[in-house]
């Protein structure tokens, strides 16, 4: 049914939420170990910054692959 569709179109958002947020605690673990490199002296400041927009960069795609799969998922169940 059309009710069934929509809660499960809602699941999928959820789950979809819940993916970008595990993204982004990996991106807040990955720069943390950049700051704590960079205070052992293990990494230069230059290469901290550098690091911090690839991990960036990195995040974006990957939540912007989430959205699109979401986005894909929703629209099929939506489709009668």
């Known amino acids: 049914t059309e ?3 929509k809660e499960l ?3 999928v958002k959820a789950l979809g939420e819940n993916a970008k947020v595990a993204i982004r605690n990996i991106r807040r673990d990955a720069n ?3 700051k ?3 205070k052992k002296k ?3 400041e230059d290469e901290q910054k550098a690091s911090e927009k690839i991990v960036q ?3 974006d795609k990957f939540c912007g692959d989430v959205d699109k799969a979401v986005s894909e998922k929703e629209k ?5």
């Open 32 to 34: 943390d170990k950049c």
């Open 57 to 59: 960069d990195l995040t």
């Open 9 to 11: 179109s809602k699941n």
């Open 3 to 5: 009710e069934r569709r």
């Open 76 to 80: 099929e169940i939506m489709t009668v």
């Open 36 to 38: 704590d490199m960079l």
């Open 42 to 44: 293990e990494m230069t």
